[in-house]
C-alpha cells in the first residue's frame, strides 16, 4: 500500500490531474427545477460568463422541450448583479417571452433592484415579486 501523499500526486490514479494541477475544471451549473408546469431558476453566488451563457441555452431548451407555464428567475442567493447578469436576465425573459413563456423575477434585495434600475434595461418581459 502506497502512503496517501504519493498516491495523490500520481498523475494516473486520479485521471491525469493533480491536486496542484490549476487546469482542473470542475463546471458549475445553475439548476433549472421544473415545478409545476413552471420552471424555477435558483441563481446563486457568482454567475461567471460561461455558466451564464449555458443557463440561457438549457433554460431555453427546457421551455421548448416542457411548453412551461411560466419561469421564475429566483435571485435569493444573488448578492450583486453586474451589468453583463443584467443584459443576461432581460434577454432570457425576452427569448421566453417569443416563446410564449412568462418571466417571474423573485428574491431580489433593495440593492439588485436599484442595480436592474440603473443598468436602464429593458425589464418589460419580467414580472417583479
Same mark, same amino acid.
Given at each position: 500500500?502506497?502512503?496517501?501523499? *504519493? ?48 443557463? /440561457? ?8 422541450? *416542457? *411548453?412551461?407555464?411560466?419561469? /421564475? ?9 453586474? *451589468? ?19 418571466? /417571474? ?25
Amino acid at each position: 500500500m502506497r502512503p496517501l501523499a *504519493s498516491a495523490a500526486a500520481d498523475t494516473d490514479d486520479c485521471g491525469g490531474l493533480t491536486m496542484d494541477d490549476d487546469r482542473a475544471h470542475f463546471e458549475y451549473r445553475t439548476p433549472v427545477i421544473q415545478l409545476w408546469g413552471r420552471l424555477v431558476v435558483p441563481l446563486q453566488g457568482d454567475i461567471t460568463d460561461e455558466v451564464a451563457a449555458a443557463l /440561457v441555452d438549457d433554460v431555453l431548451q427546457r421551455i421548448r422541450d *416542457s *411548453s412551461a407555464a411560466g419561469l /421564475v428567475l429566483d435571485v435569493t442567493g444573488m448578492w450583486t448583479i453586474d *451589468s453583463h447578469l443584467c443584459h443576461v436576465i432581460a434577454g432570457l425573459a425576452a427569448a421566453a417571452h417569443l416563446m410564449g413563456t412568462p418571466t /417571474v423575477l423573485c428574491g431580489m434585495s433593495g440593492a439588485i433592484a436599484i442595480t436592474l434600475q440603473t443598468m436602464g434595461i429593458d425589464f418589460r418581459q419580467l414580472t417583479p415579486r
